[in-house]
């Protein structure tokens, strides 16, 4: 890992890093100037000669580096990467909670957890570094972007390890609550148990069949949907699948493992896909900046003992099934 940065962060970003230090297979002969081994290590994706003249590129000491540099080995090298265009995500990051270790949200639907790929200021760990001026905020466990609900944030690096090991051990209990279709013949309460994976870069996670059980879940009927709350939604079902019915509820689940889109599929395969899902049963394309239809799961609870002090703590959601998409920004 690099030393500490000498760019501060930029709108709750760090800077992106890059080490000198020679990769299996290369040679620093190849490069007798640090411009060419920018080319070669970030040319594809940044104007390399252009971060130079601007003075883009920073080492240790914060000094630029040159076009006549002589390329030096197991240094690093920090530099600012240019953001794509993003369309604001609605509503509002809630804090439920903030002491001096951890901060308590209500995320909204379609924001992700982390910056990753095409979500990256549009993200509430960096909408919250830059709004609480915390640049060491980190989030404990993932929310799905369609997902809402509660989510635990560490302020500072020396509290990640303790509350990362309550989700790590399973000492969190989490609950959560969502909207599908009702089915008359289906038995509840019922624990879902069954073998999940999913591949990288492949949108859906998959059963395994005969495999030993990596996920577990806890579904229960709580009520109907009032006739106000479907006509909300539509009233038509939404497709959700449990054999054509058109009446819906709202579920109380309880995993006890927390695997990706683990609630998802495990409705799913109930017959009682989860209303506003665009994976499961079908993936459907949604454009990135389609905020119209929330997915009706929401992350209503968690609850642990503090690995500092010992307290009881218990954080509830204050959104509410069905949820409605958020006014826009």
Not at 56 to 80: C, H, K, L, Q
Not at 160 to 170: D, M, N
Not at 207 to 228: K, W, Y
Not at 271 to 298: C, W
Request: glycine residues 8%; hydrophobic residues 35%.
């Amino acid at each position: 890992m690099p030393p500490r940065s000498p760019l501060p962060q930029r709108l709750g970003l760090d800077a992106a890093w890059l080490s000198t230090a020679a990769r299996p297979g290369e040679s620093p002969d190849e490069w007798p100037l640090m411009r060419d081994w920018l080319h070669h290590r970030v040319g594809a994706h940044v104007d390399v000669d252009a971060f130079i003249a601007d003075e883009r590129f920073v080492v240790a000491s914060g000094e630029p580096v040159r076009a006549t540099d002589r390329y030096r080995s197991n240094i690093f090298v920090w530099f600012y990467r240019d953001l794509p265009e993003e369309t604001p995500v609605p509503g509002q990051i809630r804090v439920l909670f903030r002491d001096d270790r951890i901060i308590v949200v209500d995320k909204p639907a379609f924001l992700s957890t982390i910056p990753r790929g095409r979500h990256v200021r549009e993200s509430v760990v960096v909408r919250l570094r830059h709004e609480l001026g915390l640049p060491e905020l980190t989030p404990m466990h993932r929310l799905d972007r369609v997902t809402s609900g509660v989510l635990l944030l560490s302020t500072e690096r020396r509290w990640r390890g303790a509350y990362q090991s309550l989700f790590q051990y399973g000492e969190v209990t989490k609950t959560y609550r969502a909207v599908a279709g009702i089915r008359d013949d289906l038995a509840l309460p019922v624990t879902v148990r069954n073998h999940l994976a999913k591949e990288p870069g492949i949108m859906q996670a998959e059963v395994i069949d005969g495999a030993e059980p990596n996920s577990e879940s806890l579904v229960e009927f709580e009520r109907e949907l009032t006739a106000a709350e479907e006509m909300a939604l539509g009233g038509d079902g939404g497709g959700d699948g449990g054999g054509g019915a058109s009446r819906r509820g709202v579920y109380r689940l309880t995993p006890r493992t927390g695997k990706t889109h683990q609630l998802r599929i495990h409705l799913c395969g109930l017959g009682i896909p989860i209303t506003g899902d665009p994976l499961y049963p079908t993936a459907r394309q949604v454009a990135v900046d389609d905020f119209t239809t929330p997915l009706q799961l929401l992350a209503s609870e968690l609850q642990f003992v503090d690995p500092v002090d010992g307290s009881e703590r218990r954080f509830a959601s204050e959104l509410h099934l069905p949820l409605q998409p958020a006014p826009q920004r």
